[in-house]
């Protein structure tokens, strides 16, 4: 029986009861997850982190929360009130949403009924979730464009376009899984892993491609240009306070956690216990494979962290010429390799015959990259035309004994 | 309307000539006059409440999408009239002022306005060597503490927030060692006219060296943090570019000049302070961007750290000395000294003015209350400081409080270079290019 046929039998009251899980699951990590973040954070940069409210500050979020929600709801006069208040549910409701469709447990017992954690499985799953997350850019735009002032607004814009530039890279990135596995379906996907071996492996660079972008689509550091506090204060956020911030501190979070569960479910195996540990999956009656699904989340999410901690802000340029003229062309091409690859493998070519392509393409990737290098010495040494002598008297250097740090480039 | 109006301040004509005041409110007048031009573009108003404008700088920009056309800087939002203060203090007690201009460099502030004073007083080469040593070892780790800072916020207004702690882990080693030796982490009022406040505790050149070898080892780490990161230096490549050319017109000294090429450095230019007398090196860059400028940051620590190193040994060597000037009707009167209850002033001292010498009471109580006099003239003294050339002009009408003290702040030259290093670049250059002038607020107002 598939999980799609499963989930299929669920009665209605079990379906709500689930909703209710999923829910519940998502504010839950996002507790977790912002104090996780603080401690690690505070772990990689000489401090301690918050450590007073509850044991080892594990309630400090959950006491932030509450003085979010009871400080003054300010709306300024310059906003459209309408759109202002609307902007933070869309963005915070659309990231639950993705979460429906992501299979958190194999076949589990829940209430004397045999299902999994799984809301609803979708035969276009993956792709009801990148529409789902489309729609929550809407919640950022509209946010800095009803603010009525010039920070919000530019952080906006420049996350809508971030947002989605990235999304055609995310896409990309997916084609090659679909591919792969044969199906759209979350469950499918994570079935057709346990078969063979990890999207992971198999198609590496989609997985780094999808790593890179799932930080551009979350607004994150080192992307987090839409929110960049040295250069737009709060970004689309500025104007925001009380519980409507609340909910976009809520959706930046849930979404973090979303893209991760899908990186997990699309490349890590999804619920599926590590290679070699399968007997654990049997454990608790199968729930242990909830631990196993937020084991591979939580890697992901320290990525986050780890990104957060260590790495400067992209320019928004930069950042968007990274994504249209690396990322799109890079995964148009390895999407033309896999499907090449999967069809001579389905035409029932001799094993010799897909190696030979293989490593042509191999051959094909390192001569461009080191005509690249080249080309890129070339422009450096080409670089900057003389100028005009300046008009304005420049004094001799001094005949002082110095060094020159940045050694005579 | 005929004239041009100046956005930022209304004028009237008086009797004595044009008054203009500056007043806020200019905002209206500033994006009638944008509305005007067809083109389209947005101001923005970054700061003087801005999480990276470097206290209360306020950056007036015009962008065209996210390219910066032009870019005004406004300040004044942290004018304390300290130059005017000091006209109402005795000459010591302005020490305690000036120390509080450009609030990351305190000892080079100090250093440069008792440099003047002492030019006038005529006493320069009466100056004790231990007090010069010292003076020099505290403007060094001075260096250090202020770069750090740079650095760090620098790191931090780009996106990055490690560098930060790392860097203020240090800043925090050296504010810890300027508490040892004078009481107080900030605005010390340590360096006095005729020499300094007090001599080291004792053992602290021991203290020095662990400071200086655990300081060596912590800046291999930054230095990981950031140097050959592509991200970072994609954000300071070619970003901030000011040449010599433009360094020169613009009247630019410190970190940024040499950035340019140019190994303009006073401490090896116009010697003060026996700084002939160490073995450091000037760091350039030629790259004159921002990056130049991190680079030539990273480097002056070590150097600063050569220079530690040698005040240590000197001082070793200048054990029991003097640190303030013989001439009695000069040098502050007492010395504190360790009691059983904490600092204090000297018992020895307090049983001599009270039990044993009328005279010493005297001149105590005339120091203290009225300061000594300094023969009128002006004098003019620079020091190298970590934002460019600091220097103060020292004017006296001959009595016990200076007529006028005017500073040369090297943040306020410096930070008219902003326009001319980010225009036609991105809104997130103008960021790094503020951040690599390194501008404190508290000097440019004063």
């Known amino acids: 029986m598939t999980t799609a046929q499963l989930l299929g039998q669920d009665p209605g009251w079990l379906i709500a009861v689930k909703a209710v899980m999923v829910f519940a699951i998502c504010v839950l990590s996002t507790l977790m997850a912002v104090w996780t973040e603080r401690r690690v954070l505070a772990k990689m940069q000489l401090r301690t982190g918050p450590n007073r409210v509850g044991p080892a500050g594990l309630l400090q979020s959950l006491s932030d929360g509450v003085k979010l929600a009871l400080k003054e709801d300010i709306i300024p006069a310059a906003a459209d009130k309408v759109v202002f208040i609307i902007a933070p549910i869309i963005a915070t409701a659309m990231c639950f949403m993705s979460f429906a469709v992501i299979p958190m447990t194999g076949v589990v017992n829940l209430f004397g009924r045999k299902t999994a954690l799984q809301l609803t499985d979708l035969p276009v799953g993956v792709l009801y979730i990148l529409a789902v997350t489309s729609i929550g850019v809407y919640g950022v735009v509209l946010a800095g464009w009803s603010s009525g002032s010039t920070y919000p607004l530019l952080g906006g814009l420049r996350s809508s376009a971030q947002v989605i530039s990235y999304e055609v890279a995310m896409g990309l990135s997916l084609v090659a899984v679909f591919i792969y596995a044969g199906s759209m379906s979350t469950a499918d996907i994570v079935g057709s892993q346990h078969q063979h071996l990890w999207n992971a492996i198999v198609l590496f660079p989609s997985f780094v491609i999808y790593v890179i972008s799932m930080v551009g689509e979350t607004n994150r550091a080192p992307f987090d240009l839409a929110e960049a506090e040295g250069e737009l204060v709060g970004g689309f956020h500025t104007e925001y306070s009380s519980l409507k911030f609340a909910l976009f501190f809520l959706a930046e979070y849930v979404n973090i956690i979303a893209v991760s569960a899908l990186a997990s479910t699309l490349f890590l195996g999804g619920w599926h216990a590590l290679p070699g540990l399968g007997f654990t999956e049997q454990w608790l009656g199968g729930w242990f494979t909830l631990i196993w699904f937020f084991a591979k989340v939580n890697f992901f999410f320290f990525i986050f962290m780890w990104l957060r901690g260590s790495l400067p802000r992209l320019r928004y340029d930069q950042f968007m010429k990274f994504g249209w003229k690396v990322l799109i062309p890079v995964s148009l091409i390895w999407i033309l390799i896999v499907a090449s690859l999967r069809v001579l493998q389905q035409e029932g070519a001799p094993r010799s015959a897909i190696l030979a392509f293989a490593a042509g393409v191999v051959i094909i990737v390192m001569a461009i990259s080191s005509l690249v290098e080249r080309n890129k010495e070339k422009v450096r040494s080409a670089d900057l035309p003389e100028g005009e002598a300046p008009n304005f008297p420049v004094p001799s250097l001094p005949n002082v004994q110095s060094i020159n740090v940045s050694g005579g480039k | 309307m005929t004239t041009h109006l100046d956005p930022y301040a209304s004028s009237r004509e008086t009797t004595e000539g044009t008054v203009f005041s500056v007043t806020g409110g200019d905002w209206d007048s500033l994006v009638s006059e944008i509305g005007e031009s067809k083109e389209e573009r947005i101001i923005v108003n970054m700061g003087p409440q801005h999480p990276s404008t470097h206290g209360v700088l306020r950056l007036v920009l015009e962008l065209e999408g996210e390219t910066v056309t032009e870019v005004r800087t406004g300040i004044g939002y942290l004018h304390t009239g300290i130059e005017k203060n000091i006209e109402f203090r005795n000459w010591t007690q302005a020490v305690t002022f000036a120390t509080r201009m450009d609030y990351l460099s305190p000892i080079f502030n100090e250093t440069a306005y008792c440099l003047a004073v002492e030019k006038l007083l005529g006493i320069t080469n009466d100056i004790p060597e231990r007090a010069s040593v010292i003076r020099v070892m505290m403007m060094e780790l001075n260096r250090i503490s202020s770069h750090m800072v740079a650095l ?295």
């Open chain 2, 152 to 446: 760090g916020t620098g790191a931090l207004e780009l996106g990055a927030m490690g560098p930060m702690f790392f860097a203020f882990r240090d800043r925090e080693i050296v504010l810890d060692t300027f508490e040892e030796i004078t009481g107080l982490r900030m605005n010390m009022a340590y360096v006095r006219p005729g020499g300094v406040s007090q001599d080291l505790p004792a053992g602290m050149t021991t203290k020095i060296r662990d400071v200086v070898k655990s300081l060596r080892k912590n800046f291999e780490d930054n230095a990981k943090l950031l140097i050959g990161n592509t991200i970072w230096m994609k954000r300071t490549e070619g970003i901030g570019y000011l040449d010599l050319a433009g360094c020169t017109t613009l009247g630019i000294t410190g970190p940024v000049l040499r950035s340019a090429g140019l190994p303009w450095d006073l401490r090896k230019m116009q010697p003060y302070c026996g700084y002939e007398n160490y073995e450091f090196e000037v760091i350039t860059a030629d790259t004159a961007d921002v990056y130049g400028r991190f680079l030539v940051r990273m480097a002056e620590l070590e150097q600063s750290l050569r220079i530690i190193e040698q005040a240590a040994d000197k001082l070793d060597k200048l054990e029991g000395q003097p640190v303030m000037v013989a001439d009695k009707k000069i040098a502050w009167p007492a010395q504190l000294a360790l009691g059983a209850d904490g600092l204090g002033n000297s018992l020895d001292h307090i049983r001599e003015i009270m039990g044993s010498s009328m005279e010493s009471l005297i001149h105590h109580f005339k120091l203290v209350t009225e300061g000594f006099r300094v023969p009128a003239g002006q004098a003019y003294a620079t020091v190298e400081s970590p934002r460019g050339e600091l220097a103060a002009h020292v004017v006296s009408d001959g009595g016990t409080r200076p007529y006028r003290v005017h500073f040369r702040e090297p943040s306020f030259n410096n930070l008219q270079s902003t326009s001319a290093m980010s225009e036609g670049g991105m809104v997130a250059d103008i960021i790094g290019a503020v951040a690599s002038i390194d501008p404190v607020m508290g000097g440019v107002d004063r």
